[in-house]
């Protein structure tokens, strides 16, 4: 969009200053001074040198590195990978020893050392390793 302004503007100006020439050349008293009539090689020139100022200005811009570009996976190897990881069977003294072992006697919850004997429980019940 900004080439395309650019570009009206400096065909916009090319009319301009050939319209000025005309009127210079109408009136009395110009001499040779006034400026040449427009040609298609200067407005060739003119159109260049905008698309060569954008193009230097597009290269003076970041470039986004490939490294950047992440893809993501399917939805269905995602789910398969959950559902890996949720079905090992944990070792008892980590921190998710106890995820198939409830730790709490009714509604109360029970943690820290006093979670002890839940431990041992869950390794009897083959619910860690």
Sequence with gaps: MKIACKLVTAVWLCAAVQAGAQALETTPGAGAGAAPPLTQSMIRDAV???????????????????????????????????????????DCLHADGLKRQPTGIGPIGIGGVYALPFVAIAKLRGKCN
């Design 48 to 90: 260049r040198a905008v698309l060569a100022e954008e193009a230097q200005a597009r290269d003076a811009l970041p470039q986004p590195a490939m490294q950047q570009v992440t893809i993501r996976a399917d939805r269905k190897y995602e789910q398969f990978s959950a559902a890996f990881a949720e079905a090992k069977v944990p």
